[in-house]
């Protein structure tokens, strides 16, 4: 489907091209390494042919793919494990170049991306459970659980090769096949793994790459379901234009953490772990913080720990117009006070930051600020916290940091969200589902329970 390009440039990584499978002529995109703001190489922007083949390829491997037995299409799972295994250390050079992480964070998330898919290998074989009996008087009825088809799945750049894998993996493991658009800025890793499934999969992976025009083909195309992670924004958009089929939406967080007087002594250091990781961009990171009562000694040594940092060290954001909406967000918010950490990146990197707000409509706490940044809010007691952590538009995820371990899940079940934690922040697991609420989106990520977001229920009755 895809017509591929490789290229050495001067750092001896891929450019790579992908366009129609016609002779028509497409536009280049220009791909840039984060790290250092230059060129890094080229991409072709898909046309309407590209995405119609896309889908049509897809269609013909949902044929097949549909009626594979769980426990064949866990073993063509499974192959698809290993094959990413042998290529592991090639997928985290791609990820690092596209994202300027550091090469050892890219191993990791290589890492956790293939167990996600070995994982799901395993489900596969436990949702296929049918319910029968009889609820009518001369009748049994039966209950099951279809794929859905072809899905559409737009992703992100925070996370490439892990955000394709939570959704790519529940999609297969369900019997659905996929068309995923990644990123413009962050494809390598998503083509890399089109092209090993190709190999396992028949037209049961799709990629194409493209601008929001091609994404836009892409939401309006005969798909039969869609999955998003993103902005609010563009999810919204999406479920408006499409009300006639599936759609699921992840659109980000912006996580409070409410910090109690006895919190750990190791509460700062876990939190700035936190936050850096990934340079901030991820929409479960712990961005509010809300301090109860007297707290100045935790305010201190958040702060001197985030004077230590260095941006080299965790890795720039993205791209350039990520960096202008930062700079753009804290030049149109008061704040109280402010610490900065040392910038000595090149490219997109920001220093780590930390800013005592009082204003609750400041555009610092209302907005999901996807940077290392975090603002500090001071609170006198638990009803109030917990009215700050609740008053913005989003709500994925939170935490809470205290040594009463009971009163501290008290308090996160009063905490907006589907996933919190106590005295813990980022601690995930494909067994452990991830799901929000609000303008977080409706969709549910990791676990079992994500194998029902791919599918449609059918209820059969017989008379006799």
């Known amino acids: 489907m895809l017509n591929r390009r490789f290229t050495s440039n001067n750092n001896n990584f891929l450019s790579l091209v992908a366009g129609s499978a016609t002779h028509e002529v497409a536009p280049l995109l220009d791909l840039k390494n984060p790290a250092t703001g230059f060129k890094r190489g080229s991409i072709v922007n898909a046309s309407s042919q590209t995405v119609k083949q896309a889908i049509t390829e897809s269609c013909a491997g949902y044929q097949v793919w549909k009626d594979y037995t769980p426990a064949l299409r866990a073993i063509r799972l499974l192959e698809l494990v290993t094959a990413l295994e042998n290529e592991s250390f090639n997928l985290a050079t791609a990820e690092s170049l596209s994202t300027g992480k550091p090469l050892e964070q890219s191993l990791k998330e290589v890492s956790g991306a293939i167990d996600v898919f070995r994982f799901y290998a395993g489900a596969a074989r436990t949702m296929q459970s049918q319910s029968a009996g009889k609820y009518v008087d001369n009748t049994l009825s ?36 996929a068309v995923v658009k990644p990123a413009l800025t962050t494809p390598d890793t998503a083509l890399m793994i089109a092209k090993i499934a190709s190999q396992i999969l028949p037209n049961v992976v799709q990629v194409i790459v493209g601008d929001d025009t091609v994404g836009q083909e892409l939401v309006l195309s005969n798909v039969d379901g869609l999955a998003f992670t ?112 040392v910038n000595d990146g090149d490219g997109y990197h920001v220093a780590a930051q930390v800013y005592l707000v009082e204003d609750n409509e400041s555009p610092l706490i209302q907005e999901e600020l996807f940077a290392p940044v975090f603002t500090i809010q001071e609170a006198d007691n638990i009803p109030e916290a917990l009215r700050l952590a609740n008053s913005v538009g989003q709500a994925l995820s939170n935490s809470v940091w205290t040594r009463d371990i009971n009163f501290g899940l008290q308090v996160a079940q009063g905490m907006t969200g589907g996933e919190s934690w106590v005295n813990c922040h980022l601690v995930q697991s494909p067994e452990l589902p991830h799901s929000g609420r609000k303008g977080s989106g409706n969709g549910t990520d990791l676990s079992a329970q994500a194998l029902m977001e791919y599918t449609k229920v059918k209820t059969i009755t017989v008379g006799f």
Not at 145 to 165: F, K, Q, R
Not at 286 to 313: C, E, M, Q, W, Y
Request: glycine letters at 10%; proline letters at 6%; hydrophobic letters at 45%.
């Open 142 to 177: 039966m209950v099951t659980h279809e794929p859905v088809g072809v899905w559409g799945v737009i992703l992100p750049w925070n996370y490439p090769i892990m955000m394709l894998a939570w959704r790519l993996a529940p999609i297969l493991a369900s019997g659905n096949t």
């Open 230 to 341: 993103g902005s609010a924004l563009v999810g919204h958009s999406i479920a408006a234009l499409r009300p006639d089929i599936k759609v699921s939406l992840e659109l980000g967080g912006n996580g409070a953490c409410i910090v109690l007087p006895d919190a750990p002594l190791f509460t700062a250091e876990r939190l700035v772990m936190a936050l850096i990781y990934n340079a901030g961009q991820s929409c479960a990171a712990p961005a509010r913080i809300i301090t109860v009562g007297h707290n100045g000694g935790f305010i201190d040594r958040l702060t001197r720990l985030i004077k230590g940092t260095h941006s080299s060290k965790f890795g720039p954001l993205n791209n350039l117009d990520q960096k202008v909406r930062l700079q753009n967000i804290i030049s149109n918010s008061e704040w109280k006070h402010a610490e900065y950490g």
